[in-house]
């Protein structure tokens, strides 16, 4: 069965850190793209960040760079988002999706997981 699984969400204090990981099952991420994604209550999706695996190009929304690392496991079932510096307004369902080849559309794809929950509170 394929899926892809969100873990790693929690929360943090603003400032803090948290690493988040999507897991694949059933097929692995070689020759895709893995792209994560957010939503906060009210507010639109948002593409944050997504990997192609092929050559590891990676790519970042303005919101997040230069605080957000997008990386793969070593056997190329796991992409994992390192998030550093952590806002009240990174605070949102954080999701992964793939099924593309490249990140035209920050890695947007057909599979995606159920999200992991990322609170940044005092």
């Known amino acids: 069965q394929v899926q892809l699984v969100e873990s790693g969400g929690g929360l943090v204090q603003p400032g803090g850190s948290l690493r988040l990981s999507c897991a694949a099952s059933?097929?692995?991420?070689?020759?895709?793209?893995v792209g994560w994604f957010r939503q906060a209550p009210g507010k639109e999706r948002e593409a944050i960040s997504c990997?192609?695996?092929?050559?590891?190009?990676?790519y970042y929304a303005d919101s997040v760079k230069g605080r957000f690392t997008i990386s793969r496991g070593s056997g190329k079932r796991t992409v994992f988002l390192q998030m550093r510096s952590l806002k009240p307004e990174d605070t949102a369902v954080y999701y992964c999706?793939?099924?593309?080849?490249?990140?035209?559309?920050?890695?947007?794809?057909?599979?995606r997981g159920r999200g992991t929950q990322v609170t940044v509170s005092s």
């Open positions: 999706s793939t099924g593309s080849p490249d990140c035209v559309n920050m890695g947007l794809g057909r599979y």
């Open positions: 990997l192609r695996i092929s050559d590891e190009s990676s």
């Open positions: 059933g097929f692995t991420f070689d020759y895709l793209a």
